[in-house]
């Protein structure tokens, strides 16, 4: 059973500006670059040898059939349970050709290492699952086609926690020993509210509702990760 989520809520702020924090931030969203482009590489490349497998396209003439004859007759079983079988034949298949997100994550290993493991790892898988959802959009048929990355147009990154990496921490964005201060403008109602029940570790209640039953679920407020966007206002790159 899938993990049910807390509610969420997005706060955005300017960095204080940080040279060394900022070249930082510019040399990883080019490894990030890189990263997302060759795992995006992998699976045009890995989709192409699919679709010249002969199963592959037996598999697209069946479904093809299958899916003309269900629109005329929708209720037919025989053709719903045939659509399902082929179904897990072309997943079967394209598990075989590691058509699937977890190789990213692999994949992606030995890309990060090439750069000297100077992204984090939860960053770095971050990269990869992008790079499969804009490809699985083309492999389902949601998208006629991918793009890559031209150099420095890559312009956000994200861990998975607040626990490693890029971090916030009493006010500061903190990457191993350099850090530097949100700007925090005094009026802003909404930063600071956030900013107190962070600090504060504010209590709050969410109910989930599950098989009919609905449990009132409890939590703290806290950050769940960071993310960097590089944003180009007036000429000048701000994150």
Known sequence: MAKKQAPTFVLTQELKEHPLLFSVIEKELEICRVMYNAVLGNYLKLEKQMKREKQFQRLMRQYKGVQKKLEKDTKNKQLTEKKRELQQAFKSLRD??????????????????HF????????????????????????????????????????????????????????????????????????????????RNIQQKTEFSYSVASKGKTTVVKGTCHVKYVRIVKKTIRGKSRY
């Open 96 to 113: 075989q050709y590691e058509l699937n997100e977890y190789a990213s994550h692999h994949w992606v290993k030995a890309i990060r290492k």
């Open 116 to 195: 000297g493991n100077q992204v984090n790892s939860a960053v770095a898988q971050k990269v990869a699952s992008r790079a499969w959802g804009a490809f699985e959009k083309k492999l389902f048929g949601q998208a006629k086609r991918v793009f890559f990355v031209r150099k420095g147009d890559f312009s956000s990154f994200e861990g998975k926690t607040n626990t490693t990496g890029w971090r916030f921490v009493d006010g500061f964005i903190v990457y191993k020993n350099i850090y530097t201060r949100l700007k925090i403008k005094r009026k802003d109602t909404y930063a600071n509210e956030v900013l």
